[in-house]
């Protein structure tokens, strides 16, 4: 019954690496998102997607870059990575014609840069 | 951006007892909604309440639009509400903006 996974539940990576966080989603929805969560900040938006092939910067995409090559799938690229991005990462979908509604979230990929 | 910010950041309580959260913006808003995060992580939707007042069991949402503030009511508590509780709101486009969450934590 899952519908938003994310590839991976814990990740260790080493400074300096390139860091691959996928999600996807079968429910068709157009809008995608990847959020951050630290504690005392709650989420905060990095990068979204309306469309395939489509992108846009959310509140902190400083040291992030995503892909969206198909409708299902949303990656989000640690280029290098650094410690201060050690963080939960959670993927969201919502269909386009409800705005803000219908936002399902995937249970997160728990992140740790050493 | 519009501002989100909630209260208290923490909160114990006995099975059984009652509590109320708060969310104030600083914007005026024509969507909000309450998100529990369970200890596992997955986030779930518990309310759209841009206006007004609703109830599903144990939980209600009162949101005042003019004064900038929503409030989600918790009654008789059981160890499985335990976890993050987070008001949003919607932004530009249709992006939601979060608060930093109440954690609460339900002792049996």
């Known amino acids: 019954d899952v519908k938003v996974t994310q590839s991976s539940r814990y990740l260790v990576k080493r400074t300096g690496e390139k860091v691959f966080l996928e999600c996807v989603q079968d429910?068709?929805?157009?809008?995608m998102f990847w959020y951050r969560q630290d504690p005392g900040l709650g989420l905060r938006l990095i990068y979204f997607?309306?469309?395939?092939?489509?992108?846009e910067k959310g509140d902190i995409p400083e040291g992030y870059s995503v892909s969206r090559e198909k409708k299902e799938r949303f990656s989000l690229i640690l280029e290098s990575a650094s410690t201060n991005q050690t963080s939960m990462y959670l993927c969201?979908?919502?269909?386009?014609?409800?705005?803000?509604?219908?936002?399902?979230f995937g249970s997160g990929t728990r992140l740790t840069v050493v | 951006g519009i501002q989100v910010e909630q209260s208290p950041p923490d909160l114990i309580l006995q099975e059984g007892a009652n509590s109320t959260l708060r969310c104030n913006f600083s914007?005026?808003?024509?969507?909000l909604q309450w998100f529990h995060q369970n200890p596992w992580g997955q986030l779930i939707n518990l309310f759209y309440?841009?206006?007004g007042t609703k109830q599903n069991g144990r939980l209600s949402a009162t949101t005042v639009a003019t004064e900038r503030y929503s409030s989600l009511y918790i009654s008789s508590s059981q160890t499985t509400d335990s976890g993050v509780y987070f008001c949003?709101?919607?932004?530009?486009?249709?992006?939601?903006?979060f608060g930093a969450g109440t954690i609460l934590r339900v002792k049996s």
């Open positions: 969201a979908s919502s269909p386009r014609d409800r705005g803000t509604y219908g936002y399902t």
């Open positions: 429910m068709d929805h157009e809008n």
């Open positions: 997607s309306y469309d395939v092939k489509m992108k």
């Open positions: 914007d005026s808003v024509n969507n």
């Open positions: 309440i841009p206006s």
């Open positions: 949003a709101v919607k932004d530009y486009g249709n992006k939601l903006v």
